[in-house]
């Protein structure tokens, strides 16, 4: 689907303008959006706009391709990403912008939340002698990388939930979910980071005069992804601290669980010695006649287990 918002020159807000009539002369500026285009819509990209086979190839790629930025003669076309969360998964979405003072084309294969909202603001605001395509541009960035917050916000409550586990999870429950939210922050990071330098790239840019003059709304973009960045990294480690938390108390109670059995192995291995010796059916053995053979083995047997549970109890083994 295509939409079409014209901005004319006492600005007025012209909606739903065919791009088959559209009067470049009679607009200020005008924005089209291409939301799952049809192959008949793509064609506009080509024979309308004219813009570069390769920025268009960038747009068409059923996979998203890195945020990025690239110059041409007379636009500048933007790689963005969207995330969205989809059961325990990071869904990358990708948005492009084609813009240019008196244009701009946004382009996406998934409908877009954000430009959504940001063209029905825009469709009713009274007064729009201020907004320009930048201004268009920078809202639509804003409310992407506010987006990325609640993905974080969410991660970090699950996060509270694995380490407090006050529903007495079993530790290999804990550990999926655990390497499930790591997985997720993976996907964060090779989404945020890439964003982070393609905002630090706009705004050290010599090409990019009219950001340049909005740098202050820009850079707050950029403090929002650096503060997305830290947070991603920090929630990482302490997924591997919990992770290595958790390991350890496994490998502790595994320890004293082995040193249980060994202590019952060593206490018993002179008795069942003992019990072996007399259990041998040899005919000349002297205790198998013996009156008192019996008591006294089962007494050697008691001495020997109280004696070594004590000798135990000394060396600080009973102490799990």
Same mark, same amino acid.
């Given at each position: 689907?295509?939409?079409?918002?014209?901005?004319?020159? /006492?600005?007025?807000?012209?909606?739903?303008?065919?791009?088959?009539?559209?009067?470049?002369?009679? @607009?200020?500026?005008?924005?089209?959006?291409?939301?799952?285009?049809?192959?008949?819509?793509?064609?506009?990209?080509?024979?309308?706009?004219?813009?570069?086979?390769?920025?268009? !190839?960038?747009?068409?790629?059923?996979?998203?391709?890195?945020?990025?930025?690239? @110059?041409?003669?007379?636009?500048?076309?933007?790689?963005?990403?969207?995330?969205? !969360?989809?059961?325990?998964?990071?869904?990358?979405?990708?948005?492009?912008?084609?813009?240019?003072?008196?244009?701009?084309?946004?382009?996406?294969?998934?409908?877009?939340?954000?430009?959504?909202?940001?063209?029905?603001?825009?469709?009713?605001?009274? /007064?729009?002698?201020?907004f320009t395509t930048h201004h268009v541009f920078y809202e639509i960035l804003d409310k992407i990388v506010d987006n990325y917050f609640p993905i974080i916000y969410k991660i970090e409550d699950i996060l509270d939930e694995i380490e407090d586990n006050t529903l007495n999870n079993p530790m290999n429950n804990l550990l999926k979910s655990l390497f499930e939210t790591r997985y997720m922050l993976l996907n964060l990071t090779h989404t945020i980071n890439p964003m982070r330098d393609l905002l630090y790239r706009m705004l050290n840019s010599q090409h990019l005069v009219t950001i340049i003059k909005r740098k202050e709304y820009f850079s707050d973009i950029y403090d929002h992804l650096l503060k997305l960045s830290e947070m991603t990294m920090a929630n990482r480690e302490i997924t591997a601290d919990i992770r290595d938390n958790y390991l350890s108390l496994n490998s502790h109670q595994t320890n004293n669980v082995m040193k249980v059995l060994t202590i019952m192995t060593s206490i018993f291995a002179p008795l069942t010695f003992i019990a072996g010796i007399f259990g041998m059916n040899f005919k000349n053995m002297p205790e198998l006649s013996w009156k008192y053979g019996y008591p006294f083995s089962l007494l050697l047997m008691g001495v020997i287990g109280f004696s070594l549970i004590l000798w135990f109890k000394k060396k600080g083994w009973f102490k799990l």
């Open positions: 689907m295509m939409s079409l918002i014209g901005i004319t020159k /006492d600005n007025k807000i012209e909606k739903q303008v065919s791009i088959n009539d559209l009067n470049l002369e009679k @607009y200020k500026w005008f924005w089209v959006d291409f939301s799952e285009p049809t192959d008949e819509e793509v064609q506009h990209l080509t024979e309308t706009f004219q813009f570069h086979p390769l920025a268009i !190839e960038d747009c068409l790629y059923k996979s998203p391709q890195r945020p990025k930025l690239d @110059y041409y003669d007379d636009y500048t076309f933007f790689i963005t990403h969207i995330v969205r !969360e989809v059961e325990k998964e990071i869904i990358k979405e990708e948005l492009d912008f084609f813009v240019r003072e008196d244009f701009i084309v946004t382009f996406h294969l998934i409908p877009s939340i954000e430009v959504s909202q940001v063209m029905g603001r825009l469709t009713t605001q009274k /007064d729009i002698k201020n």
